[in-house]
């Protein structure tokens, strides 16, 4: 158990800490309890057709994992993490409370509709359309706010603590952090689903408010005792630099740099001369003219102009990940299907006794329990057996891990391309094809072997990109590593959104319904599974090839064996003074 004196310091510490966790915790709570059941939402209460609430939950998924790289962004540059994590509590806030009225307010939405938007009459106006999307964005908004800086702002409280004993109380706080995040969306995809299917909409949406206060409150009545950094200049403005100076220097030759001192390197960094590979960029850390070039300090006198061997070296590092980083797009589509599976489970009888029956909304908590599941298996049991049966420490290797996930996402999208025929084929047996939110007598528990090869893709996957990004970006580069994947997700999202307007704009034929019709019994959703699962498993070709262009990586291609743990120790860790490794 970790303790600390409450009052050792004025400012920060422990205490400081259970607030940042409880806002955060609170948030994901409320925002997660809106998105999940949200498509039936929409669906019933406004109309639309199961594509169309689909691609607005699509654009709202790409809005929420967008949005806190333009909150790093900001907070880093211009506003500081305090000020940003309170306008996001506050955006959040609002965009609850308006979303909470649609559901009082009875001209807010389309009374007519009690069921799918089959059997509706009428559409969404457009202000009413608007004021939905108002509440979408306020909502996606405040979560970049928040989520863009809670953990770096947690540590911020401790920065300036560099002994043995503190060093283990941030790594506390990181767990922490992540187990209360994950156990917030577990409950909002359990608790809140289900007051949202017993109690109604008003109750439903009401109990997110709630949270959503409390979560305000708690970040905002420890204001008193934050330690509050100042901004600094981000690694966005870097970036820019070096593609600017690039430019600018454009018609500059680089066959005749032979000399070190041609080049501006950081004082006392190892990295004196730019490596060959994207040649193009070397031209920014060129110094055409020293007196005029470099201060008397040695810095450039315009950075715009001239920047540091080090600068650029982190851009081609970038930009050497980003097809390794795109093959997790198409993985990720496959976790972006929510929408689609929770109306497929709410045609399925999901009772586990004659009067206990799980909401529809619930069944992707299966997906975080199978993943936790995968994760907690392969370090603990797995791989030490593993070990043992070889005599030697064994571990899967970063691009063997990455790769098993992309082939086992696809597989798993074959698997429930299967399910949805088996159910679709049950449902017309039945008789009931016609009514769209009847339900069969198929057990939604059949579901589950999808949700448990989708969780150990998102194991092997998910965790291998995280770990692959972390070492091969170098150590100045950790919050870039840490907002790849977010990006990533955030592009699934927009991918899947066109993917499902292609599908069904185009794949459809004259008098029949669209695959992803909003009468799941009469599309052929088992058709569009199919699709992904032809997507991923090319996705995972040009990730074979994509993984030989890239060459071997610091993680090693064929696992940590023995004593030789290649890739987790980085080359320039002895130099690398100047980085700051306490960047979140």
Same mark, same amino acid.
């Given at each position: 158990?970790?303790?600390?004196? #409450?009052? /050792?310091?004025?400012? =920060? +510490? $422990? &205490? ?9 915790? @609170? ?110 964005? #306020?909502? /996606?908004?405040?979560? =970049? +706010? $928040? &989520? ?9 409280? @401790? ?118 590979? $994207? &040649? ?305």
């Amino acid at each position: 158990m970790i303790t600390e004196p #409450l009052l /050792s310091s004025p400012k =920060g +510490g $422990i &205490r400081a800490l259970f607030f940042i966790i409880a806002n955060e915790a @609170l948030e994901r709570l409320a925002s997660f309890g809106l998105s999940t059941n949200m498509i039936l939402y929409l669906t019933r209460e406004y109309g639309m057709d199961a594509a169309s609430g689909a691609q607005i939950l699509f654009l709202y998924s790409a809005a929420g994992n967008f949005m806190p790289i333009i909150g790093a962004f900001l907070a880093d540059t211009y506003v500081g993490r305090y000020p940003m994590i309170g306008f996001g509590c506050i955006a959040s806030l609002l965009g609850m409370v308006l979303l909470w009225l649609t559901t009082i307010i009875p001209g807010a939405r389309v009374p007519s509709c009690a069921q799918f938007s089959s059997n509706c009459t009428n559409d969404a106006t457009t202000p009413q359309l608007l004021f939905l999307y108002l509440c979408l964005g #306020l909502m /996606s908004i405040g979560a =970049g +706010g $928040i &989520r863009s800086c809670s953990l770096a702002f947690g540590a911020d409280q @401790l920065s300036k603590r560099d002994s043995l004993k503190h060093a283990g109380i941030l790594e506390s706080f990181f767990s922490w952090y992540y187990v209360t995040s994950s156990a917030s969306v577990f409950i909002s995809m359990t608790c809140i689903v289900y007051i949202q299917d017993t109690m109604g909409w008003k109750v439903g949406f009401g109990v997110p408010v709630v949270l959503m206060i409390l979560s305000t409150l708690s970040f905002f009545l420890a204001s008193p005792i934050y330690v509050k950094p100042k901004v600094k200049a981000s690694w966005l403005i870097g970036f820019a630099r070096v593609l600017v100076a690039s430019y600018r220097k454009r018609r500059i030759e680089l066959s005749w740099l032979d000399t070190d001192e041609l080049y501006h390197h950081r004082k006392g960094s190892a990295l004196v001369v730019p490596s060959e590979r $994207i &040649r193009f960029l070397n031209k920014a850390c060129v110094i055409k003219n020293p007196e005029e070039d470099l201060m008397p300090d040695g810095r450039a006198s315009d950075p715009w102009t001239l920047c540091t061997v080090d600068q650029v070296e982190e851009l081609k590092a970038l930009i050497k990940v980003i097809p390794i980083w795109s093959t997790g797009v198409l993985v990720s589509v496959n976790v972006c299907q929510n929408s689609f599976l929770l109306l497929q489970a709410s045609t399925m009888n999901r009772h586990i006794t004659s009067k206990f029956e799980i909401p529809a909304g619930s069944f992707y908590a299966f997906l975080l329990l199978s993943a936790t599941m995968w994760i907690a298996l392969y370090d603990r049991v797995i791989i030490p057996l593993a070990s043992k049966v070889r005599g030697k420490p064994t571990r899967l290797g970063l691009k063997q891990k990455i790769g098993i996930g992309i082939l086992v996402s696809a597989a798993s999208m074959a698997v429930l391309a299967i399910i949805e025929r088996v159910r679709r084929e049950t449902a017309i047996r039945e008789g009931i094809s016609d009514i769209p939110d009847a339900v069969t007598h198929m057990s939604a528990m059949w579901l589950l072997p999808f949700y448990f090869l989708l969780g150990f893709s998102e194991a092997m996957n998910g965790v291998g990109l995280n770990e692959f990004f972390y070492t091969e970006l170098p150590k100045s580069m950790s919050s870039v590593a840490s907002n790849l994947f977010s990006i990533g997700l955030s592009a699934a999202s927009l991918v899947a959104s066109f993917i499902v307007s292609n599908v069904r704009g185009f794949i459809s034929e004259a008098n029949q319904e669209s695959w992803v019709s909003s009468n799941i019994n009469k599309g052929h959703y088992d058709y569009y599974y199919w699709l992904l699962y032809s997507l991923g498993f090319a996705n995972f070709i040009y990730y074979l090839a994509c993984s030989k262009a890239y060459g071997p990586c610091k993680g090693g291609q064929r696992g940590i064996t023995g004593d030789a743990r290649e890739g987790l120790i980085d080359d320039d860790d002895d130099d690398d003074d100047d980085y700051d490794d306490d960047v979140v």
